[in-house]
């Protein structure tokens, strides 16, 4: 079993930056990928970037690359979505979720966080 607990979400304005925070626990958490998603209102949920247990494979959605950092700390089982030169497009609830390979396939993932809402406003 793994738990995992999303934070970091807020308001912000377009251009400006907010960490996200998947804070996993469990036994075997470490042995776990952690992926970001979204969904906005109306939309369905989309991958934005993932990275494998040991940090050595990441991925990103093709639009936030170059924006957004994905990371990990394995010390304290947590890992982090750096969001930078946000714009109103990247509003939506973001999720992590963890699975033993990274994928961007949400149906790869056997544990979910709750949602943490994340706002750009124009």
């Known amino acids: 079993q793994v738990q995992l607990v999303g934070s970091g979400g807020g308001l912000v304005q377009t251009g400006g930056s907010l960490r996200l925070s998947c804070a996993a626990s469990g036994r075997t958490a470490s042995s776990y990928g952690v992926g970001w998603f979204r969904q906005a209102p109306g939309k369905e949920r989309e991958f934005v970037a993932a990275?494998?247990?040991?940090?050595?494979?990441?991925v990103y959605k093709e639009s936030v690359k170059g924006r957004f950092t994905i990371s990990r700390d394995n010390a304290k089982n947590t890992v982090y979505l750096q969001m930078n030169s946000l714009n109103p497009e990247d509003t939506a609830a973001y999720y992590c979720a963890a699975a033993r390979e990274p994928s961007a396939n949400p149906g790869a993932y056997s544990y979910w966080g709750q949602g943490t809402q994340v706002t750009v406003s124009s």
């Open positions: 990275i494998s247990s040991s940090g050595g494979l990441i």
